[in-house]
């Protein structure tokens, strides 16, 4: 069996993730490279589609079951006219990561079996997430 983190230079692995599956890079090229070697068999996974700091689940694209290489082709897509629509804004994607929303039960549960989502990293995006966890966006009620 080939370790998929032998063919990646700077894919970094959740520690103890025995399924491969869970990880953050800064190479869009690597991060597309991972989803197109995931396995066809996942709970599910989700993406938005949305350059919005904070998007409800209208903006979400999620695919259940069955990852087929159309639906990856898919995913790709969007990452790829994301990152383009964040470099217009002057805000690039500084980190693509594939997490489990189980968390660290996540690392333990066979793909089929666990849901994930994909995150995009750009600074106004974690500005925006300090602001918030400050209490300076107003209250949430």
């Not at 103890?16 to 070697?37: A, C, L, P, R």
Request: net charge positive; hydrophobic share 30%; glycine share 6%.
């Amino acid at each position: 069996m080939i370790k998929l983190k032998d063919l990646y230079e700077r894919f970094e692995f959740v520690k103890g993730d025995e399924y491969q599956i869970q990880g953050k890079t800064n190479s869009m090229q690597e991060f597309v490279t991972h989803i197109k070697n995931l396995p066809e068999e996942l709970g599910s996974i989700k993406v938005t589609n949305s350059t919005l700091s904070f998007t409800d689940s209208s903006h979400d694209v999620e695919f259940k079951k069955k990852f087929t290489s159309a639906n990856k082709a898919e995913v790709i897509k969007i990452i790829r006219d994301l990152s383009i629509e964040f470099k217009k804004k002057k805000d690039p994607i500084y980190q693509y990561e594939l997490r489990s929303y189980y968390g660290t039960i996540g690392k333990q549960r066979p793909p089929a079996e666990n849901k994930f989502y994909i995150s995009l990293q750009t600074k106004a995006k974690d500005d925006f997430g300090d602001r918030m966890s400050r209490g300076m966006m107003g209250s949430l009620d």
